[in-house]
Nanobody, 120 residues
Framework: QVQLVESGGGLVQPGGSLRLSCAAS????????MAWHRQAPGKQRELVAA???????NYADSVKGRFTISRDNAENTGYLQMNSLKSEDTAVYYC??????????????WGKGTQVTVSS
């Protein structure tokens, strides 16, 4: 079965850093495109960052300059480096990706999420 598993979340003080990982497993050829979303209690899910199959990255204004999205296609893993964290960044972070299974179409998968809590 194809799975996406996030890791790297936890509790961090304001101004600290975390690096989230999103590992794809199963019988796949690779990740075509990937994005990170987050959802805080009582708030709508929002797009945080995305990276295209061509490597172009885009970020929400709220995280621009602080977060960096990247991926290692050889390892079928994506990353979100989070620096200068603020309390407003507290949320469950979800990885989603369009994954190539070897055919002409990609399929979208979601991870279960990892909790990031920014607090003193």
């Amino acid at each position: 079965q194809v799975q996406l598993v996030e890791s790297g979340g936890g509790l961090v003080q304001p101004g600290g850093s975390l690096r989230l990982s999103c590992a794809a497993s199963g019988s796949i050829f690779g990740i075509n495109a990937m994005a990170w979303h987050r959802q805080a209690p009582g708030k709508q899910r929002e797009l945080v960052a995305a990276i295209t199959s061509g490597g172009a990255a885009n970020y929400a204004d709220s995280v621009k300059g602080r977060f960096t999205i990247s991926r290692d296609n050889a390892e079928n893993t994506g990353y979100l480096q989070m620096n200068s964290l603020k309390s407003e960044d507290t949320a469950v972070y979800y990885c989603n990706a369009e994954i190539s299974l070897g055919g002409p179409y990609g399929m979208h998968y979601w991870g279960k999420g990892t909790q990031v809590t920014v607090s003193s």
